[in-house]
């Protein structure tokens, strides 16, 4: 299945703002995570098709992802 | 502290703070171990000011009778990681209801000074009355206890933060400082002076990398009182950490709750300045007077963009390892530091930067750096000046003050400049007290007299509530972005119980980022304070500890003459909402009011005790 991920902040590091990626059914958004490489302890938000979403969630053909850093204040 | 006891929660009165009380009219220092009440006391900073505070009666923030109280947390000087803070309580010249008398707050910096103050053997400092003539006062550590001293002051008369403290360091060795610039002492005409607690590195660079102290006016109080400087002088009293304490830091810096802070090059998010990598997605980055326009001006300001040009260094106070402080310089031809320009959290840098619509990083600098010499909070200097310019915007034909407008960075500069030296009083009394003046309070975005913080009050009513402006004592600026809260129970819940407990930072004396996430009430503080004063405290209390702290600083607003309608949020957000902020719309006026009932409901229960304590009954 395809799914846009939109990455942002710190994330994009080394990585990319935006691509369609290939994903086998029964992906969840942690292991989009795990296989880009993030710390799960530096993901704050996690958007899905402009949503609020859990990091256990699956993911259907045609989602976009949208990953954030925490946000705290200073 | 003098501690008799391993019971902290049961057994205050076994628990002695060592306490100076300067009377600046007469010269006299008396010195005194006082026993603590309760919990609160022990564990120090606002915990304990507000209770003393709250015993006295003021109706007007510049008299004799109202204290500054210069104090620290139990944790302060200790070993823990982020233990730097020192508090600046006093009733607040900002600060204050529409109608009615001056409130009790309160104010942190981190830096050096609160170790090096701690270390003098001093818990407290309380300055009564007022000098005649400009002085500083030395604390220093005696023989048998600690000393102060006051001394003239006419040589740092005028001078900026930075160069007051560079002049003190020069007659005082292993000491560090606490300083306000000319805005505190123009204190009639500036109600937003902060005070500036010099760091390792400033001291070492000679760059003028100051913490602040900066909400509430403690600076302006500080002025007024004819105190311009502090010096705390004693060796510095750190021996190895404990394993245990060992593993805490350890945990904060790897652990979850700091990891957003630690510099990019270690994996981290590079301090709170990526808080607009994080919100512009959501189009809530405040810009021109919190009216995000949903185009992509913000991202200018991304690190990403804003390091093509200059050189960011990451650096930290004394021995922490969180390393939060992101300080922007010139870069040189090699690529290497040059020039020190100013340090970029996400606060000052929004409010000074994109929120007056200045989008160039090297002017939000030089507004940042203005700013800090100048001896002002960047939170109230910025949102004052955002809502000048949204008047001028809006008045064309009659603009005030210097006529600027938005992104206009010579004019917004001479602002700056001119507030701090007490020319523009109509900016440096404040947003609440400009909007009276023109009589369009709507778009002043304070809450009860006290400017917000860079978060737009769209994400977050729970401002309302906040004893001490925003996010800074009201924990839910992120529960909307982050976690996607949109439902009654859970903001009820949030600011009457969870969210609170963020305060407790502002008692301990560490950083919230010690733990961010979980408040105080946790097993790393309990470690601490096990191994560094041999006190055994249970998370609950430290949970009812840091709820009695907030009630009472909530009942002290109500006594000084706040209403009901003054809990509330700028009335821009409920009648003419941003179609730009791509946020579930939770502001609404039917929201808010049913949040309001059921939030003062559950505070009602609690609150009479309180009303009887702070002599507000009725
Ligand atoms: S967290 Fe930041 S402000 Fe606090 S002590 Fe560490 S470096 Fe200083």
């Keep these: ?74 | 502290m003098k501690i008799l006891t391993t019971d902290p929660a049961r057994e205050p009165r076994k628990i002695f703070y060592k306490r100076a009380v300067v009377d600046l009219k007469s010269g006299a220092v008396t010195y005194e171990d006082v026993p603590c009440r309760n919990l609160e006391d022990v564990l120090g900073g606002f915990g304990r000011s507000f209770q003393d505070l709250a015993a006295r009666h003021i109706t007007r923030a510049y008299c004799d009778e109202n204290p500054l109280i210069v104090n620290t947390g139990l944790l302060t000087g200790s070993r823990a990681m982020t233990g730097m803070r020192t508090y600046f309580s006093g009733y607040s010249p900002i600060k204050a209801p529409q109608k009615g008398a001056p409130t009790a707050i309160w104010s942190a910096a981190s830096g050096k000074f609160g170790a090096k103050f701690k270390w003098t053997g001093l818990d407290e400092l309380v300055f009564e009355n007022r000098a005649e003539k400009p002085v500083y006062v030395v604390i220093r550590e005696g023989r048998s206890g600690p000393l102060v001293e006051i001394k003239s002051a006419e040589h740092l008369r005028g001078l900026f933060t930075h160069d007051k403290i560079m002049r003190l360091q020069k007659e005082y060795a292993d000491a560090h400082f606490a300083a306000i610039g000319p805005a505190g002492e123009n204190w009639e005409e500036v109600l937003m002076g902060a005070i500036a607690c010099s760091t390792e590195n400033q001291l070492r660079s000679g760059e003028d990398k100051s913490r602040f102290a900066g909400r509430g006016g403690m600076g302006s109080l500080m002025g007024y009182k004819n105190v311009l400087a502090l010096v705390a002088q004693s060796k510095d009293k750190l021996a190895a950490p404990s394993d245990e304490v060992k593993r805490v830091n350890l945990n904060v810096i790897k652990g979850g709750g700091s990891l957003r802070l630690q510099p990019v090059n270690r994996g981290g998010g590079g301090g709170t300045w990526g808080a607009y990598d994080v919100m512009q997605p959501f189009h809530a980055v405040p810009v021109n007077n919190f009216r995000p326009q949903g185009n992509d001006l913000p991202e200018k300001l991304f690190r990403e963009n804003v390091e093509k040009d200059y050189h960011i260094k990451s650096e930290a106070c004394f021995r922490c390892g969180i390393t939060c402080h992101n300080n922007i310089h010139e870069r040189n031809a090699d690529g290497s530091a040059g020039r020190f320009l100013a340090k970029f959290d996400y606060e000052p840098l929004n409010l000074l930067g994109t929120n007056l619509g200045i989008h160039d990083a090297g002017q939000a600098a030089a507004l940042i750096h203005l700013c800090d010499n100048f001896g002002m909070d960047a939170i109230s200097l910025g949102v004052t000046l955002s809502y000048l310019l949204s008047y001028n915007a809006r008045h064309p034909e009659k603009p005030l003050l210097n006529g600027a407008t938005f992104g206009d960075f010579p004019k917004i500069k001479e602002l700056v400049e001119r507030t701090g030296r007490g020319q523009y009083p109509e900016i440096g009394q404040g947003s609440m007290r400009l909007a009276q003046s023109t009589g369009e309070p709507a778009y002043a975005y304070q809450v009860k007299g006290l400017e917000l913080a860079a978060y737009q009050p769209e994400t977050n009513p729970g401002y309302a509530w906040a004893i001490a402006g925003g996010h800074m004592s009201m924990g839910t600026y992120g529960m909307l972005i982050r976690e996607g809260k949109t439902d009654l129970d859970s903001w009820v819940q949030a600011i009457t119980d969870d969210k609170l407990q963020i305060v407790g930072f502002d008692m301990i004396g560490l950083c919230k980022f010690f733990d961010i996430a979980k408040g105080i009430g946790t097993e790393m503080v309990r470690t601490c304070l096990r191994s560094e004063h041999g006190l055994e405290v249970s998370a609950a209390d430290l949970r009812t500890a840091v709820r009695r702290a907030f009630l009472r600083g909530l009942v002290l607003e109500l006594r000084q003459g706040y209403t009901r309608e003054e809990y509330t949020l700028p009335a821009e957000m409920f009648d003419d909402p941003n179609p730009h902020l791509k946020v579930p719309r939770i502001g609404t006026r039917e929201f808010f009011q049913e949040l309001s009932e059921r939030v003062w409901a559950v505070f009602e229960e609690e609150l009479d005790e309180f009303l009887q304590e702070v002599g507000a009954a009725e």
Excluded: W
Aim: aromatic residues 6%; glycine residues 10%.
């Design chain 1, 1 to 74: 299945m395809k799914v846009r991920v939109k990455l942002h902040g710190v994330f994009r590091r080394g990585r990319f703002k935006e691509e369609i990626r290939d994903y086998p059914a029964g992906t969840r958004v942690v292991d989009v995570v795990r296989e880009l490489g993030f710390s799960d302890q530096l993901l704050g938000t996690v958007i899905i098709n402009d949503m609020h979403a859990d990091i256990e969630q699956e993911l259907k053909d045609g989602d976009c992802l949208m990953l954030l850093p925490l946000l705290d204040g200073g």
